[in-house]
């Protein structure tokens, strides 16, 4: 396959993936603040209730780190270190494909932080170092054909998943598949 395809189906996954985990977290949030759903919502895979329905549908209007803070709120001290920083870093590249100059021309694509705050928020999350020949104001370049680059998020996103959001569900009486 050629690069620059790749690159696109594989943002393209990440994205989706990152559009999936902030469903998850839709629901984990609904079911910690109305505790009195979970036994209605648990009882009967085929149907959701109707009152879980129109609150996980409030939620779909949300934006992916609005829902991340609201997640941290009610779940922050049941969280490692390790889940935050996924957390973050997931948001940021989720913000970065949306945002990003693509091109059928390359095999990389192009995000440029909006404003000094972004652009240091994005250098943290994502452990960024100084290249020789930096662009000013900096660019960042996106390469989600890189086997080692794919991987890392993909990582990321399993362990929130099969590791976090799964814990956190088990907690509530929840199996982690009602969510998923």
């Not at 990440?14 to 839709?26: A, N, P, R, T, Y």
């Not at 922050?76 to 870093?89: K, R």
């Not at 590249?93 to 652009?119: C, F, Q, T």
Request: glycine share 6%; proline share 6%; net charge neutral.
């Amino acid at each position: 396959m050629d690069r620059p395809l790749e690159n696109m189906q594989n943002a393209g996954l990440i994205f989706l993936f990152s559009v999936w985990l902030q469903g998850q977290m839709s629901d984990l949030i609904i079911l910690k603040k109305n505790p009195n759903l979970i036994t209605d919502f648990v009882a009967n895979p085929e149907k959701v209730p109707e009152a879980f329905g129109k609150l996980r549908a409030s939620y779909w209007e949300k934006q992916f780190g609005d829902v991340k803070l609201e997640f941290l709120s009610a779940f922050s001290p049941d969280l490692t270190t390790e889940e935050l920083q996924e957390l973050e870093h997931i948001l940021h590249v989720r913000n970065m494909i949306g945002h990003a100059h693509v091109s059928l021309g390359r095999d990389y694509m192009l995000y440029r932080p909006a404003g000094e705050r972004k652009e240091k928020a994005v250098v943290a999350a994502l452990k960024l170092k100084p290249v020789e020949g930096q662009s000013h104001p900096l660019m960042v370049k996106l390469e989600f054909w890189r086997p080692e680059v794919f991987k890392n998020i993909s990582d990321q996103i399993g362990h929130l998943d099969q590791v976090c959001f799964a814990r956190l569900a088990r907690t509530m009486g929840v199996p982690h598949g009602r969510i998923r």
